[in-house]
């Protein structure tokens, strides 16, 4: 089955840095890879999706990147701030099909000022 | 997202009683999940349902058992509670495949 690893588990920056999360997954038919931010005590939100088809994908200062050969995805945050401060999750879709998710192990960010 | 809720929010439970978590949403989405949240390991997926009467295990299905007899509900079972059931567990729905999650606010479940 499909199975993800998500790097770093822990990150630290400062205000205004960028933020690197990057993920690989091991099912080749996977074709939906979505990131969740989940800030303390909430529930999971959805930030930004991508899908097989597609390279790159921008809103504001998040981004996600897809390298299907090498079947890994990426999240940029450009321009921390410290409300980007969360537990941040990787998924991909378990097959072609796409009936479920898969979630990496997260990613905790702080941001300090 | 008031459209999706879990009940209850906090449970505590002696091991080997059954108890039942429930979620309920009211967009007739037909896909439904269901996942656990603990340190150090994530969401793992426990069930998930496409549509009422279909129900597909997840990565964590043992000691769980579920059930859809209307596309508004997607309750969980836990036959016989055990403390590595101990949990955030978290319901989501889908209103197709390959499409992003709502997620419910969580049930916390600690088994004693």
Redesign the interface.
Known sequence: ?ENVE?HPSTLSVQEGDSAVIKCTYSDSAS??F?WYKQELGK????II?I?SNVGEKKDQRIAVTLNKTAKHFSLHITETQPEDSAVY?CAA?VNQ??????????TTLSVSS | ?AGITQSPRYKITETGRQVTLMCHQTWSHS?M?W?RQDL??????IY?S?AADIT?K??VPDGYVVSRSKTENFPLTLESATRSQTSVY?CASSER??????????TRLTVV
């Open positions: 089955g998500q074709n939906y979505p529930r999971p939100q959805l999706d899908r999750f879709s099909a796409g009936t479920a998710l898969i979630f990496g192990k997260g | 997202d896909y999940f996942y150090g390991h994530g969401l793992r997926l998930y496409a597909d997840g990565e978290f495949p390959n499409y992003g999650y709502t997620f419910g606010s969580g």
